[in-house]
């Protein structure tokens, strides 16, 4: 069975950090794209990061851009999504998806609640 399963969320204050995993059952990562995205309660999801099949290209959303650092664990076969600076707006579900470096993803995880709060 194909599975990711996805690891990490929890509640922060505003100012600290967070470091969700993703890691993969049944498959290996080493030739997929991976994406992280993210749903709030009553928003649409957007997709807060990327990361080729090679590692070579990532990208970020510019609402995390400088706070959030992807990165991948071919060995582990986990990507991981390194939060820092949260703020309130980061609350939200966030899920990790495998595809292609073209994003088209056919797989999904069961997503993990991070909540920003004081």
């Known amino acids: 069975q194909l599975q990711l399963v996805e690891s990490g969320g929890g509640l922060v204050q505003p100012g600290g950090s967070l470091t969700l995993s993703c890691a993969a059952s049944?498959?290996?990562?080493?030739?997929?794209?991976i994406g992280w995205f993210r749903q709030a309660p009553g928003k649409e999801r957007e997709r807060v990061s990327f990361i080729s099949s090679s590692g070579g290209y990532t990208n970020y959303a510019d609402s995390v851009k400088g706070r959030f650092t992807i990165a991948r664990d071919n060995a582990k076969n986990t990507v991981y999504l390194q939060m820092n600076s949260l703020k309130p707006e980061d609350t939200a579900v966030y899920y990790c998806?495998?595809?292609?470096?073209?994003?088209?993803?056919?797989?999904w995880g069961q997503g993990t609640q991070v909540i920003v709060s004081s």
């Open positions: 998806a495998a595809g292609t470096d073209y994003g088209l993803f056919r797989t």
């Open positions: 049944g498959f290996t990562l080493d030739y997929s794209a």
